[in-house]
């Protein structure tokens, strides 16, 4: 499991410009089960996506095309996590390897 946080490089006119096309960018990774919570950051400075189910090397070639970095309005960085404990009620297994 991953956190990738997000930096916007960009002013917010260019961030909201190109928001549709990075929240369809989004839903297809929630489609297919890489991304497990995303949201903005507060302030807002960037995001931040928890990603399973998937090698580090494939996510940075994930993140890659996300149209917000091809069109160079934010930096990624990702954390590698590894859960050892989870609230009641949410299950380990589910946040995948």
Same mark, same amino acid.
């Given at each position: 499991?991953?956190?990738?946080?997000?930096?916007?490089?960009?002013?917010?006119?260019?961030?909201?410009?190109?928001?549709?096309?990075? %929240?369809?960018?989004?839903?297809?990774?929630? &489609?297919?089960?890489? #991304?497990? !919570?995303? +949201?903005? $950051?507060?302030?807002?400075?960037?995001?931040?996506?928890?990603?399973?189910?998937?090698? %580090?090397?494939?996510?940075?070639?994930?993140? &890659?095309?996300?149209? #917000?970095? !091809?069109? +160079?309005? $934010?930096?990624?960085?990702?954390?590698?996590?590894?859960?050892?404990?989870?609230?009641?009620?949410?299950?380990?297994?589910?946040?995948?390897?």
């Amino acid at each position: 499991m991953f956190l990738v946080t997000s930096t916007y490089l960009a002013s917010s006119e260019a961030i909201q410009h190109r928001l549709p096309e990075h %929240r369809a960018w989004i839903d297809t990774h929630y &489609a297919n089960g890489t #991304f497990f !919570l995303s +949201g903005r $950051l507060v302030p807002p400075t960037g995001g931040f996506m928890l990603v399973r189910g998937i090698s %580090r090397d494939d996510l940075e070639g994930l993140l &890659a095309t996300d149209p #917000f970095r !091809l069109n +160079g309005l $934010l930096a990624h960085t990702i954390v590698e996590l590894a859960p050892t404990r989870a609230a009641l009620g949410l299950n380990l297994e589910d946040l995948g390897p």
